[in-house]
């Protein structure tokens, strides 16, 4: 069942970790939506975070990929220090451009797609390469049809966003983000807004993409294609992270009570994913 | 109404036979308003006094092209100036940078609330407060210094008013554009690390436009029709030359008409204009999903 990220993505667990979030704290006004997360992420490995609505799993990928200030802890990308900088005797927040340049090493798959509407496909997935990588037109356009190839939507580069139907727009976004080669690919639910006969389409594409080794985070609350893709599972609640475990423990032994219950619960609703 | 006769079910039935269905308001209502169209015609034609060959005689007299003329600079001027204005307050009032969103906030209020008619006498009077204009250290050294009736002519003053109060409306109607588009398409330029100008000028302002357009164009009018106050500071725009005119001939009506015929004109070219910008902006928007079913259809066949 594990085929995949056992045999030819091992996660590397014996150097540092690409990413690392350390006692991690956000909140909305009085309202605390990360209180202290601690998290590593190692090459090659696929992380699924779960946990129940309003546990802060949006807002931790959200806070990693600096689309949210944070209010205390740290987060480190290949051991460099997210968001701030030691300047004049104190910890200061980086200057726009250095924090752009952090962000560019990381990319996101949103809920709502976020795909630019008035932009072709093709545009969609070749602006990022060309305009902040340096790739030239030809370059990014070869590397942009060769992942429509892989998600299955060659035939659509010249479409607009709105022609497609939302599967295939979460298609096309993950090939947004695969584009980019970021060090880490973040999804925040990707399967949550679609029809549940689109969900399949997607989750199969973010597998394929998880098998060719890439260093993943994702948000989701699809168990059973946590239990098949994921290598180590996350489980929040009320901010906080109650258990972090390889996937197969995850849900063949919950430790804690809270996580027990929801997996019993949400598991009342199965779904089958073909693995 | 709701009590119609039913048609029995037989095969002899052909809807293609049918005819067009009876609407007896419409009949009466198209009736109407071909009355009174047709009034309106028979009193622009048989009044002699709006005199139609004093207004062919000085449609295309060359003072009153050259004033036409001037009023059309004047509308591109100051809608550029204006518009890049408006823009940058639009952004400004945006800042999370409160002194820049505050200053922001309160040129557009200021400006927005003085009619522009006082702002074109009092720019044009500047000179009373202000006798020279200087560059320099504030309360120190002075590098350049002009007097101030030199820098403010007519023109210059009719820039400065104009641009001022178009300034204020743009900043507006861009921010509401700006406003329209959804947080998720920042969050994704975010995401893809697009700087802050790339962000603005290739992803939020393309989608704004679709909000920011059709207010625009509305506004280019109101500023054509606008540039006309500025005859109140001697300045050679389309109204003035038609008032010099009339002042030594007093065919006061049929030169007014020569004004109303060129505002006419413009103004249509102009809406034209609008319609062709908003289609191009319209590119990817859920424009064709709007029109009815039917009316689709229709057209498709
Ligand atoms: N922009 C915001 N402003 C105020 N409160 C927020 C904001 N974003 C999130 N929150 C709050 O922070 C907490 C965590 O929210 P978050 O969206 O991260 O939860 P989640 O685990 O992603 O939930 P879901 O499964 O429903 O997506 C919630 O209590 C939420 O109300
Ligand atoms: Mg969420």
Redesign the interface.
Known sequence: MHEASGMIALPDTEKPPVLEVTGLRKHFGDQVALDGVDLKVYEGEVVAVLGPSGSGKSTLV?CI???ESIDGGAMFLDGELLGYEQSHGHLRPLA??AR??Q??R???V?Q?F??????TVLRNIT??PM??HGATPAEARERAMELLRRVGLEDKANA???HLSGGQQQRVAIA?SAA?DPRILLFDEPTSSLDPELVDEVLQTIKKLASTGRTMVVVTHELEFARNVADRCVFMAAGRVIEDRPAEDFFEDPRSERLRTFLARSSRSPREVSG | MTNAPVVPATAAIDVATARRRIRPARIIGGTLILIVVLSVIWFLVSNERFEWDVVAEYLFNPSVLLGLGMSLVLTVVCMVLGSILGTMLAAGQLSDFWPVKAASIAFVGVFRGIPPLVQLIFWFNLAYLLPRITVGVPFGPEFFSWSTNDLITPLTAAIIGLSLHEAAYMAEIVRAGMLSVDQGQHDAASAMGFSRWHTFSRIVLPQAMRVIIPPTGSQVIALLKGTSLVSVIAMGDLLHAVQVIYNRTYEVVPMLIVAVIWYLVVVTVLTLIQRRVEQHFGRGAARDGMRRPARRAKEAN
Request: hydrophobic residues 40%; aromatic residues 14%.
């Open positions: 959200r990929d600096q689309l726009d451009a752009k340049r962000q560019r990381m990319s996101m949103f709502q976020n795909l630019f509407p008035h932009w602006e990022a305009v902040v607009y966003p709105r947004r980019v």
